[in-house]
Every structure is written in structure tokens, then in C-alpha cells.
């Protein structure tokens, strides 16, 4: 951790070294380095470096987190106009360009230094907005390459999902299962035979084409999920799934294939063929938030694969990068059901 971080603090020590050193230059009269080193026995030198070096990182790593990045601009901008009366009574820059004025020769006797204050430190003020808009820009690009770095490992993830999605759902396994299904609707001439087959189309048109967006409209994932249940309900009883999608789908957007990795997982392993398995799917969108949740019976045989499963793993990965301190998701195994529960909060 500290090999990590002492590029950072290196910079920082060497930054306030010559920030430190700037004024002892300006106010040097050429007499030696004991002249040089002079300001430093003085108050008025380190009041100079103290204020601005914690008005510094007061700026960066407390008003701006609370307030700057969360978009509390008036309160920001409260405390920034509190900080600036502060150096306006100080006058940092002001006390310390007095120690020049007020050194006299050495072959006159001492002369008791009174001070002054002038009625406005243009100086110290001009100071002051250079540092909060130094820890400003500094945070901001930060926080910038942080989202750079953060949306590059997304897109990575996202392929590793498709991939993922791809090979657990276009298996042949799976295709042979909806085909045979959509084959034993052919042979009955069953109404329900095109329709079908255009689920099937469907799907396979979204999770190879459409998924290449960061971001797709809520509606076509859930669309993605109708058409999935449905083809899985082809070898099901009709009243085995109870899924229920409510709010206005058409408004919100959601990272593709984030919901159908927990719907592929229902059917996975929550189907029995020995023992009732119902399954309940509730989707719903509301202003400010999407909430998902699902549930099925856990079989003995199969009491692991859930959680050991690389798809859910995948998608917490997922929800980490893409809905970072804007996502709950709740995975539990009581009562011998296997309940998700998952909110998104959007922007």
C-alpha cells in the first residue's frame, strides 16, 4: 500500500519544499544564506506556509468530497467565502513581505518593527484562490481518470459477461431444449409455433447485437427476460413462474444482461423434475431506483451451485464498477429458498 502511494507523497513533499522556499528567494537581498534563511525565525514565515498548505488540503480531501463532487455547491461555496474572510484578517503574504521593510542595516541599531496592515492583501487573496483551484482541478482529474479507469475495466467486463451469457445460453444444450420444444409445437400446430421462434430470433439478436451498449433502455432487457421465461415455460406447467414486470420500463436504462444473469440462474437450478419448483420474477421501475427481485426452491443436490457460480460472481464485479455506492444487492438462502433481491439506484 505504501509502495503504491509514495510516488504521490513524494510529489507532495517536493511541491511544498519549493512552495516553502519561493518566498525565502523573494525576499532575499543577496547577503548570504544566513539572510537567506532569515524569514524562517519568524512567525509570520510559517503562518504564510501553515494556512495555505491546510487550506489546501482542507480543499481537497474535505470540502470538495462533502460537498464540491455531490453537487452542494452553496454550502461550498459558504465555507470557501468563510476560508477567504480568514486570510483576508490574517493577510499571510502582507506579515511576511513586513519582515523585509522592517530589517535594518546592520550598522544601524534595531529598529522595533510595527505593523501595519494594509487595508486589502490583494497578494494573499490572489494565493488563496490559486490553491482552492489548484485542489480543485487536481481532485477533479482525478476523479476523471478514476471514471476512465473505471469505465475501461467495465467494458472489459461486459465482454467477459457476454461471453459468459453467450456460452451458458447459446449452448447447444440449450438451443437443442427450445428447438425440440419449438419442433413438438410444429407437429401439433400449435398457434403458438411462429411466435416462438421469434422469441427465440429475439433473443438471440439481443444478446449478440444490442449488448454492445454500455447502457440499453430498460424495456429491452426486460423484453429479453419476457421472451426467455417464455421459451423456458415451453417444458414447464403453465402456473410454474410467476413473473410481474410493473412502472414505466420506456424511462429508465440499465448495463444489458445485469438481470438476465439472475433469470438464467433461476432456471438453471431451481427446475425439478420430482418435486413442485415454483419461481417468482418481479421487476419494477420507479423514478429514481429499479428494483429486482427472484426466488426458487433449493434442491440438495444442487444447494452449492448457486453461490459458486461464475456468472453471479461476474455480475457483483459488475455492479461494483458500473453502479459504484448505488447498488444493493441481497443474496440469501433461508426457509430452503434462494431469494435475490437487488435495487439500482440511477442518477
Known amino acids: 500500500m505504501f509502495s503504491r502511494k509514495a510516488p504521490y507523497v513524494s510529489i507532495h513533499i517536493v511541491c511544498w519544499i519549493l512552495f516553502m522556499i519561493f518566498p525565502l528567494l523573494f525576499m532575499h537581498n543577496g547577503d548570504g544564506y544566513r539572510a537567506l534563511l532569515a524569514p524562517m525565525r519568524h512567525y509570520s514565515y510559517w503562518l504564510f506556509c501553515v494556512c495555505y498548505i491546510s487550506i489546501f488540503y482542507f480543499n481537497r480531501y474535505w470540502l470538495i468530497p462533502r460537498f464540491f463532487l455531490p453537487g452542494r455547491y452553496v454550502h461550498y461555496a459558504i465555507v470557501s467565502v468563510l476560508l477567504c474572510a480568514g ?20 550598522s544601524i541599531v534595531a529598529l522595533k518593527w510595527v505593523y501595519t496592515p494594509p487595508v486589502i492583501d490583494i497578494t494573499s487573496l490572489f494565493i488563496f484562490f ?16 478514476q471514471t476512465e479507469r473505471r469505465a475501461i475495466k467495465a467494458e472489459g467486463e461486459k465482454i467477459k459477461a457476454e461471453l459468459s451469457f453467450l456460452k451458458a445460453q447459446v449452448h447447444p444444450h440449450f438451443l437443442f ?3 425440440n420444444n419449438i419442433y413438438t409445437l410444429a407437429l401439433t400446430r400449435n398457434n403458438n409455433t411462429a411466435d416462438s421462434i421469434l422469441k427465440l430470433s429475439n433473443i438471440m439478436r439481443y444478446i449478440t447485437d444490442e449488448v454492445c451498449e454500455d447502457y440499453v433502455p430498460l424495456e429491452q432487457e426486460e423484453a429479453c427476460i419476457r421472451n426467455y421465461i417464455a421459451l423456458q415455460q415451453l417444458r414447464l406447467r403453465p402456473d410454474q413462474v410467476d413473473y410481474e414486470a410493473s412502472g414505466d420500463l420506456s424511462m429508465q436504462e440499465i448495463s444489458p444482461l445485469i ?6 440462474n433461476v432456471f438453471k437450478y431451481g427446475i425439478s423434475k420430482h418435486a413442485p ?5 418481479r421487476l419494477n421501475a420507479f423514478p429514481q431506483r429499479i428494483t429486482f427481485f427472484c426466488q426458487n426452491r433449493i434442491y440438495p443436490m444442487r444447494r452449492d451451485t448457486h453461490s ?28 430452503e429458498l434462494y431469494t435475490v433481491r437487488l435495487t439500482l439506484f440511477l442518477d
Open 259 to 264: 438481470l438476465m444473469t439472475f433469470v438464467e
Open 130 to 145: 490559486m490553491i482552492m483551484a489548484l485542489g480543485t482541478a487536481i481532485t477533479t482529474t482525478r476523479r476523471w481518470q
Open 87 to 106: 486570510v483576508y484578517v490574517l493577510q499571510p503574504f502582507d506579515r511576511l513581505l513586513q519582515q523585509k521593510w522592517a530589517t535594518p542595516p546592520p
Open 277 to 281: 419448483s415454483p419461481i417468482r420474477i
Open 177 to 179: 431444449n427450445t428447438l
Open 308 to 335: 459458486s457460480g461464475v456468472g453471479i460472481a461476474n455480475t457483483r464485479q459488475r455492479l461494483d464498477l458500473l453502479y459504484p455506492g448505488r447498488h444493493i444487492l441481497d443474496i440469501n438462502t433461508d426457509y
